[in-house]
């Protein structure tokens, strides 16, 4: 069985300041791994993801995100955040064995609150 | 396409009463899923179709719910006999599945407040 784990449930962050939302997950299998924006009252949005391949990951409006093996990790980054990325953030992870559905287990989320 | 549309974004209902949702994936997407979230949580899967054909259920879909994908296009969940418990945004989520590589995209979601 997989799981996620996000380790704050809230990062408070000054406008232009760097933040990282941390993320850990378990699983027995290789592994997907997502993140997620969700904006008040709206679904989630896809802002990155890991199949394979380099462990540095880009995505939208300039987040990023490393996964790493050995720590099993896969922490969400942004080198200057704005007012609009204040939003609930959600790490999730799928079986990357292949060959079946691939349905995500969502962590908790982290809200993220940037102030001017 | 405009992508995933849910409707109705909200519903409010009597304890007891019968309510569904609808959801229209994108038009090329072969899977469907339906998912609930609630108050501070991510969300959670309930269930899954390939086309017209239901794959998977969660131990979460109690028998009170039910969902169907007539002609593999739009889906709907219906919920029995509501209870107050029920009350969280229902979610739903379309991909292609091609090869090993898959990505849901999300709709806005149905929020059911159950009184």
């Known amino acids: 069985a997989q799981s996620v784990t996000q380790l704050d449930s809230q990062v408070p962050v000054f406008e232009e300041a760097p933040v990282e939302l941390r993320c850990n997950y378990s699983s027995s299998v290789s592994v997907y791994l997502f993140w997620y924006v969700q904006y008040p009252n709206q679904g989630l949005q896809l802002l990155l993801k890991y199949l394979s391949g380099s462990t540095l990951v880009k995505g939208i409006n300039g987040f990023e995100a490393e996964f790493n093996k050995s720590q099993t990790s896969f922490h969400l980054r942004k080198p200057s955040v704005h007012i609009s990325d204040t939003a609930e953030y959600f790490c999730a992870v799928s079986d990357g064995a292949g060959g079946g559905s691939y349905i995500p287990t969502f962590g908790r989320g982290t809200s993220l609150i940037v102030h001017p | 396409d405009t992508g995933v549309s849910q409707d109705p974004r909200h519903k409010i209902t009597k304890r007891g009463q019968n309510v569904t949702f609808r959801c229209d994936p994108i038009s090329e997407h072969n899977r469907l899923y339906w998912y609930r979230q609630t108050l501070g949580q991510g969300p959670e899967f309930l269930t899954y179709f390939q086309n017209e054909a239901q794959l998977e259920k969660s131990r979460l879909l109690s028998d009170r719910f039910s969902a169907e994908r007539p002609k593999g296009s739009f889906s709907t969940l219906e919920i029995q006999r509501t209870e107050q418990g029920d009350s969280a945004m229902y979610l739903c989520?379309?991909?292609?599945?091609?090869?090993?590589?898959?990505?849901?995209?999300f709709g806005p979601g149905t929020r059911l407040l159950v009184l």
């Open positions: 989520a379309s991909s292609f599945e091609w090869g090993t590589e898959e990505t849901q995209y």
